[in-house]
C-alpha cells in the first residue's frame, strides 16, 4: 500500500497570504494524485487532479505541481473561505490512499 | 445537477450489520464507476470500496474484505454497500462518491454516519 503524508499537519495563515502544502508518496505515483477540500461538517470537494491540473469551477489560486513522490498544492492568495482541510490522494495504485490532511486555520 | 444521497447508516451493535444506499440522479449512472469512502470521527479519509461500471471491476479495502459487499443496481440508479461482522472500527461517515475520471473522486455525497457500539 502506497502511503501518503501530508505536512504540516496544521498551517496558521492570514488572509491574502500564499500558502504551500506538500504531499510525499512512499513510492512513485507518476502524476496520479489528487487534491481535496473539506470545510466542517461538508464532503471533500475535488481541486486538483492528475497533479496540476483544476478541476472544473476551481479558482485559478489553486495550483498543484509534482510528481513521482512529491506533490504541491499552492493557494496564492487565502481567501476567507479557503481556511478548511486540504487532502491528497493517489491513485496511481489499489488501494487508492489518502493523506492525513493539512488543516488551514486563521492566524 | 449530479446528486448522491446516501441513507440507512444507524446505530448498530459489533456484529451486526447494515446495508446502506446511494441515490444517483442527474447523470448517467451506469458509465460511472463509483466508491464507498470512510471518515472516522475528527479522522482522515480510507477508501473502503470500487465497482466499476461492469459489475464484475470490483475491489476493497483490506480493512473490510470479506465483510463488506458492493453492489449497483443500474436500473434503479443505486449503489450498495452491504455491511455485516461490524466493528467498532467501522465507526465512522460513509460517503458515496463517483468517479470524475479514472479513480478521482468527485461529487461526494453528504455521507451517512454509521455507528458501531454496544
Known amino acids: 500500500e502506497i502511503v501518503m503524508t501530508q505536512s504540516p499537519g496544521t498551517l496558521s495563515v492570514s488572509p491574502g497570504e500564499r500558502v504551500t502544502l506538500s504531499c510525499r508518496a512512499s513510492q512513485s505515483v507518476s502524476s496520479n494524485l489528487a487534491w481535496y477540500q473539506q470545510k466542517p461538517g461538508q464532503a471533500p470537494r475535488l481541486l486538483i487532479h492528475?497533479?496540476?491540473p483544476r478541476a472544473t469551477g476551481i479558482p485559478a489560486r489553486f495550483s498543484g505541481s509534482g510528481s513521482g513522490t512529491e506533490f504541491t498544492l499552492t493557494i496564492s492568495s487565502l481567501q476567507s473561505e479557503d481556511f478548511a482541510v486540504y487532502f491528497c490522494q493517489q491513485y496511481n495504485n489499489w488501494p487508492i490512499t489518502f493523506g492525513q490532511g493539512t488543516r488551514l486555520e486563521i492566524k | 445537477q449530479v446528486q448522491l444521497v446516501e441513507s440507512g447508516g444507524g446505530l448498530v451493535k459489533p456484529g451486526g450489520s447494515l446495508r446502506l444506499s446511494c441515490a444517483a440522479s442527474g447523470f448517467t449512472f451506469s458509465v460511472y464507476s463509483m466508491s464507498w469512502i470512510r471518515q472516522a470521527p475528527g479522522k482522515g479519509l480510507e477508501w473502503v470500496s470500487y465497482i466499476g461500471r461492469s459489475p464484475s471491476i470490483i475491489y476493497y479495502a483490506d480493512s473490510v474484505k470479506g465483510r463488506f459487499t458492493i453492489s449497483r443496481d443500474n436500473a434503479k440508479n443505486v449503489l450498495y454497500l452491504q455491511m455485516n461482522s461490524l466493528r467498532a472500527e467501522d465507526t465512522a461517515v460513509y460517503y458515496c462518491?463517483?468517479?470524475?475520471?479514472?479513480?478521482?473522486?468527485?461529487?461526494w455525497g453528504q455521507g451517512t454516519l454509521v455507528t458501531v457500539s454496544s
Open positions: 492528475g497533479a496540476s
Open positions: 462518491a463517483r468517479d470524475y475520471v479514472s479513480r478521482v473522486i468527485d461529487p
